[in-house]
């Protein structure tokens, strides 16, 4: 009976597949974001949570067969491990190039979902200004003065009372 060594590399293949898939989305998510086109942004939430949840499980099963090889339960463990006598089984060019690649998109996906945070950031500030317009609720708005100093500028009535 033959006796398998644990492989981290065994559902790297799936990893990349839905990495891959995430930066579908989250540049799907920008182009909505950039057209304004909030409604549209519900389901991709959707895909990319689930995306993200998929993604933690397979690194994390990753992981825990590097862990159970010795290695420390860090993504930096995958590279050392690779660079090991331990990994001399395997055919490491594709493997290196698949993990490369992983990490690249991942660089990459955070990068983009950091900039899609962003634009959301500003459609929440624009909403919540106009908001606040329409309320009657300017708050201060600033103006310059004559001596281009910024100063606040209020709207208030008076009330007469007679």
């Given at each position: 009976?033959?006796?398998f060594?644990?492989?981290?590399?065994?559902?790297l293949?799936?990893?990349?597949?839905?990495?891959?898939?995430?930066?579908?989305?989250?540049?799907?998510?920008?182009?909505?974001?950039?057209?304004?086109?909030?409604?549209?942004?519900?389901?991709l939430?959707?895909?990319?949570?689930?995306?993200?949840?998929?993604m933690?499980?397979?690194a994390?099963?990753?992981l825990?067969?590097l862990?159970?090889?010795?290695y420390?339960a860090e993504?930096?463990?995958?590279?050392?491990?690779?660079?090991?006598?331990a990994?001399?089984?395997i055919?490491?060019?594709?493997?290196?190039?698949?993990?490369?690649?992983l990490r690249?998109?991942?660089?990459?996906s955070?990068?983009l979902n950091?900039?899609?945070?962003?634009l959301i950031?500003?459609?929440?500030s624009?909403?919540?200004?106009a908001?606040?317009?329409?309320?009657?609720?300017?708050?201060g708005?600033?103006?310059?003065?004559?001596?281009g100093?910024?100063s606040?500028?209020?709207?208030?009535?008076?009330?007469?009372?007679?």
């Amino acid at each position: 009976m033959a006796v398998f060594a644990p492989n981290p590399t065994e559902k790297l293949d799936q990893e990349l597949d839905t990495a891959r898939q995430l930066m579908t989305v989250l540049k799907e998510e920008q182009s909505q974001l950039i057209k304004a086109n909030i409604d549209s942004l519900e389901p991709l939430v959707g895909k990319k949570s689930a995306l993200i949840a998929r993604m933690s499980e397979l690194a994390k099963a990753r992981l825990t067969v590097l862990t159970q090889m010795g290695y420390p339960a860090e993504e930096a463990s995958m590279q050392k491990w690779l660079d090991s006598p331990a990994a001399q089984s395997i055919k490491k060019a594709p493997i290196k190039k698949t993990w490369d690649e992983l990490r690249a998109i991942i660089r990459s996906s955070k990068a983009l979902n950091r900039t899609n945070g962003l634009l959301i950031s500003t459609h929440m500030s624009r909403s919540q200004a106009a908001l606040q317009v329409l309320q009657g609720n300017q708050g201060g708005a600033q103006v310059y003065g004559r001596n281009g100093q910024t100063s606040v500028q209020t709207t208030s009535r008076s009330l007469v009372v007679g």
